[in-house]
T-cell receptor, first 110, second 113 residues
């Protein structure tokens, strides 16, 4: 069963505009949520996280929002830059493991 | 800073062959894990370890074995490779507590023919 879902396989935005990546989860026992970024031929790298007791966390151009009642989180990138083009994975941390979504490929056009 | 090192980067196996994917980390992390990445499936957890001598199964453990004799190393063994195990494999480590993020290696691309 896929406990973390990213329903948009791809997203294309213009440079300077906002990118919004979405993620849904089913397990209410997850206590942390994270976003990772992945470039081709490299491993994923950590971007930003949020605790289940918060609803927003901001780090520079990146903001993660958590809606626990809807079991939904989103990553906002403002402004988007061509270097942000990558695959973004949403992840949720439970007892001793971390579950990932299928990823969303973001393309930022100059 | 080496971080998480995976070897080999690429491997081709015939069905039924065995091999070990190596993973080593130099950050003194307690927690280590193996994931496989397949198109449309994201990263799926194979096995994980919360410390030396302790391992447990993830979402897709069948066909894989692991051991953790030291804090630094967490090898993944395929005893009898199958075409369904063609994938990109990532090893990751973390401090394991709270929101500690995973640090990933650069992956091993395995093809089983």
């Amino acid at each position: 069963d896929q406990q973390v879902k990213q329903n948009s396989p791809s997203l294309s935005v213009q440079e300077g505009r906002i990118s919004i990546l979405n993620c849904d989860y089913t397990n209410s026992m997850f206590d942390y949520f994270l976003w990772y970024k992945k470039y081709p031929a490299e491993g994923p790298t950590f971007l930003i996280s949020i605790s289940s007791i918060k609803d927003k966390n901001e780090d520079g151009r990146f903001t993660v929002f958590l809606n626990k009642s809807a079991k939904h989180l989103s990553l906002h990138i403002v402004p988007s830059q061509p270097g942000d083009s990558a695959v973004y994975f949403c992840a949720a941390k439970g007892n001793n493991d971390m579950r990932f979504g299928a990823g969303t490929r973001l393309t930022v056009k100059p | 800073n080496a971080g998480v090192t995976q070897t080999p980067k690429f491997q081709v196996l015939k069905t039924g062959q065995s091999m070990t994917l190596q993973c080593a980390q130099d950050m003194n992390h307690e927690y280590m894990s193996w994931y496989r990445q397949d198109p449309g499936m994201g990263l799926r957890l194979i096995h994980y370890s919360v410390g030396a001598g302790i391992t447990d199964q993830g979402e897709v453990p069948n066909g894989y074995n692991v051991s953790r004799s030291t804090t630094e190393d967490f090898p993944l063994r395929l005893l009898s490779a199958a075409p369904s195990q063609t994938s990109v494999y990532f090893c990751a480590s973390s401090r394991g507590r709270g929101s500690s993020p995973l640090h990933f290696g650069n992956g091993t691309r395995l093809t089983v023919t």
